[in-house]
């Protein structure tokens, strides 16, 4: 089945720390651009940040810019998000996908995962 796997998400007071996991399965996600997506009771699905295949160029929504890190381990076919500083506004659902370019916009995605809840909360 091609498909990304998502884990890490938890419950972590405000100011704390995840790094979320997205783990290619069927395909090898080195050849994609990996965008992570986020959405919120009520919300749109936003994107958070993505990682290009050709260059590991990253990109970020302002809304997290200085405080997430995405990054790729080819060897285990998996991408990460590291989140620090977290607010109680990062609290979502979130996804992982692949495109064949790099875009913070959902459209172009495929390979969607089930999510992992991140819930951040004192």
């Known amino acids: 089945q091609v498909q990304f796997v998502e884990s890490g998400g938890t419950l972590v007071q405000p100011g704390g720390s995840l790094r979320l996991s997205c783990a290619a399965s069927g395909f090898r996600s080195e050849d994609y651009a990996v965008g992570w997506f986020r959405q919120a009771p009520g919300k749109e699905r936003e994107g958070v940040s993505c990682?290009?295949?050709?260059?590991?160029?990253?990109y970020y929504a302002d809304s997290v810019k200085g405080r997430f890190t995405i990054s790729r381990d080819n060897a285990k076919n998996t991408v990460y998000l590291q989140m620090n500083s977290l607010k109680p506004e990062d609290t979502a659902v979130y996804y992982c996908?692949?495109?064949?370019?790099?875009?913070?916009?959902?459209?172009?995605?495929?390979?969607w995962g089930q999510g992992t809840q991140v819930t951040v909360s004192s």
């Open positions: 996908a692949a495109s064949l370019y790099p875009t913070l916009g959902d459209k172009p995605y495929d390979y």
């Open positions: 990682i290009s295949a050709s260059d590991g160029s990253t």
